[in-house]
C-alpha cells in the first residue's frame, strides 16, 4: 500500500484541501460499484440550498427510490444550517440513512437510524419546522423502527411533509 508524507493511501480519491472523496460510481441505494461501471450520477456535495429547496430535492430523491442521495441532500442543510436548527436537518438525514439501510437489507441498521432521527427531531415537535409534521415523523420512525426490529423486511417511504406511509 503506497502512501504519501500524511500516511494516507495514495490511490484513494481526495479533493485539493486533501480530504478523502470516494469517487467510484455509486448504485440507487448509494453502494459503492467498480470503477469504471455506470453508476447513478453523483451529486455536488456542499451545496447550499434554501429549507423549501432542501426539502423539495430530499422528497424528489426518495420518491425516485434513492434515500441514499436525499440523505446527502439533507446532510448539505445540516452542515450548513443556522444552530437552531442543525438537530432538524440532522434528524431528517438519519431518518433517510434508516430507509437506506432497509432497501439495503439490514433491518437492524435500518431500525437504529430510524429510532435515532426519531430521538434528533424530537425536539422540533410543535414547534416552526419548516412545514414538516415532526408528530406524524415520530410516529412513523418508532413504528417503523419497532416493526423492522420485530422481523419485518418492508421498506418505509418517508414523506417529509405529508403523513408518511408505506408501500
Not at 58 to 69: I, K, T, V
Not at 134 to 162: C, F, I, K, N
Request: include cysteine; charge should be negative.
Amino acid at each position: 500500500m503506497d502512501s504519501d508524507d500524511t500516511g494516507a493511501r495514495a490511490d484513494r480519491d481526495r479533493d485539493e484541501s486533501g480530504h478523502a472523496r470516494n469517487e467510484r460510481p455509486r448504485d440507487r441505494l448509494g453502494r459503492p460499484l467498480p470503477r469504471g461501471v455506470p453508476g447513478v450520477p453523483r451529486l455536488v456535495e456542499g451545496v447550499t440550498r434554501t429549507p423549501e429547496e432542501t426539502l423539495l430535492e430530499a422528497q424528489r430523491l426518495l420518491d425516485s427510490g434513492m434515500p441514499f442521495h436525499a440523505h446527502e441532500v439533507l446532510e448539505d442543510a445540516w452542515k450548513t444550517a443556522p444552530e437552531a436548527s442543525r438537530a432538524l436537518w440532522k434528524g431528517l438525514a438519519q431518518l433517510a440513512v434508516g430507509v437506506t439501510h432497509a432497501a439495503r437489507g439490514n433491518a437492524s441498521g435500518a431500525g437504529a437510524l430510524l429510532a435515532r432521527g426519531a430521538g434528533t427531531i424530537e425536539p422540533y415537535e410543535g414547534g416552526p419546522a419548516h412545514g414538516v409534521d415532526v408528530t406524524a415523523l415520530l410516529r412513523w420512525a418508532r413504528d417503523h423502527a419497532a416493526a423492522l426490529a420485530g422481523g419485518s423486511t418492508e421498506v418505509p417511504v418517508l414523506r417529509l411533509r405529508d403523513r408518511p406511509s408505506t408501500c
